[in-house]
Structures are given as structure tokens and as C-alpha cells.
């Protein structure tokens, strides 16, 4: 046998610094990628974002739509069209000669 073939207690040392080195490097990279903090986990809080941000844009909308038509119902600017489409919705009133036609809204 040839010494160069022994395995020697420095080879065996060698060894395993390395071992722990590419198990301490795997485990932070794994945690990096699939952690509570890592890749994934940011990829599924940009979708959400990315989803939360729409729903606020529609609601913005539709707040603003309701400001327009409130607005109209003010007493410094009321519109009598809107205050008389209100009323008769409101109290279910009509004039004899008009016919009332209500449709279901749709959601």
C-alpha cells in the first residue's frame, strides 16, 4: 500500500469542514428560496398586493360615483331631477298618467 491512498486524520478533517460548510450554505440558501421570508413567500405577497391593489381601484370608483351623486342631493346645489328620482323611489310615488317599469339590478 502506498501512503498516498491512506486516509490520513487531516484528509478526514478536511472532509468534514466541508460537509458542515455546504450544509450550513444549503440551509440558509433553502430558507432563502422557500422561508417564511424567502422567494416564494415573496412572489405570493406580490399577488396579493397585485389583487388588493384592483379591489381598490374598483372600490375608489364606485366611492366616487356616489360622491357625484350625493353631491347632486346637497341643499347649495340640489338638482330637482335627482331629489324627484329619489323621492318616487324612496316613497313609491307616481303621476296617473305614468306607467313604472322596475328592472332587478345586476350584480
Not at 460537509?19 to 440558501?29: D, E, P, T
Not at 398586493?49 to 379591489?55: M, P
Not at 350625493?70 to 338638482?79: E, F, M, V, W, Y
Request: aromatic residues 8%.
Amino acid at each position: 500500500m502506498a501512503f498516498d491512498t491512506l486516509i490520513t486524520g487531516d484528509k478526514i478533517k478536511h472532509g468534514l469542514v466541508i460537509g458542515v460548510c455546504v450544509a450550513i450554505v444549503a440551509y440558509f440558501v433553502s430558507h432563502g428560496i422557500m422561508g417564511e421570508r424567502g422567494f416564494i413567500s415573496l412572489s405570493q405577497v406580490e399577488y396579493q398586493i397585485a389583487g388588493a391593489k384592483g379591489d381598490l381601484e374598483k372600490i375608489q370608483k364606485e366611492r366616487q360615483t356616489l360622491e357625484a351623486r350625493t353631491k347632486l342631493l346637497r341643499p347649495d346645489g340640489l338638482d330637482l331631477d335627482m331629489l324627484d328620482e329619489r323621492a318616487r323611489a324612496t316613497l313609491g310615488y307616481t303621476k296617473p298618467n305614468e306607467y313604472v317599469v322596475l328592472f332587478e339590478k345586476k350584480k
